[in-house]
T-cell receptor, first 110, second 114 residues
């Protein structure tokens, strides 16, 4: 069974810092990997989707990388802002299912 | 509507009662997922519908849980004889199909069992 782990569980940084969130998975036979953010009391908002044949995806200040062979993905957030404060989850698509990590709770201090 | 719609947004009920949670997916999305998110936890897969195929029920935690999807669109998740451990946020997602397409989530139903 696919296991997805996210480290750290929580992170607090001052505004303006660049930061990296980590996601690891145990089975490299994945279709894709998706990063989401979740605001309190809300559902998940998709940030980036990396197909298994891709190495990275970029959207604005966000960059996600994928290394299938090592079972790792990173989400890089440049010039963090207080509005980036949320929980970030990664999910790997495997056949018809998605397996989620427990998330990293990010707090960006003004 | 433009996104996935779930109702009710909050549900409080007494232990032992049955509850129904509704999900209205994005129009044209053939795949529909139900997940459960307990406090401070990741998402736990419950059930997956794809078109007219038999649903993948492998994530349902007990026979008190069931789900149906009528006409390939709206889905209802039913929990019978609710227990306190059923308290969680139940999230629905839809996609164009399969594990290669991005999922779009509703805001969830927060279920509290007294």
């Amino acid at each position: 069974k696919q296991e997805v782990t996210q480290i750290p569980a929580a992170l607090s940084v001052p505004e303006g810092e660049n930061l990296v969130l980590n996601c690891s998975f145990t089975d490299s036979a994945i279709y894709n990997l998706q990063w989401f953010r979740q605001d309190p009391g809300k559902g998940l908002t998709s940030l980036l989707l990396i197909q298994s044949s891709q190495r990275e995806q970029t959207s604005g200040r966000l960059n996600a990388s994928l290394d299938k062979s090592s079972g790792r993905s990173t989400l890089y957030i440049a010039a963090s802002q207080p509005g980036d404060s949320a929980t970030y989850l990664c999910a790997v698509g495997h056949f018809n299912k998605f397996y989620f990590g427990s998330g990293t709770k990010l707090n960006v201090k003004p | 509507g433009a996104g996935v719609s779930q109702s009710p947004s909050n549900k409080v009920t007494e232990k032992g009662k049955d509850v129904e949670l509704r999900c209205d997916p994005i129009s044209g999305h053939t795949a529909l997922y139900w997940y459960r998110q307990s406090l401070g936890q990741g998402l736990e897969f419950l059930i997956y519908f794809q078109g007219n195929s038999a649903p993948d029920k492998s994530g349902l935690p007990s026979d008190r849980f069931s789900a149906e999807r009528t006409g390939g669109s709206v889905s209802t998740l039913t929990i019978q004889r609710t227990q306190q451990e059923d308290s969680a946020v139940y999230l629905c997602a839809s996609s164009l199909g399969g594990g290669r397409q991005p999922q779009h989530f509703g805001d969830g139903t927060r279920l509290s069992i007294l």
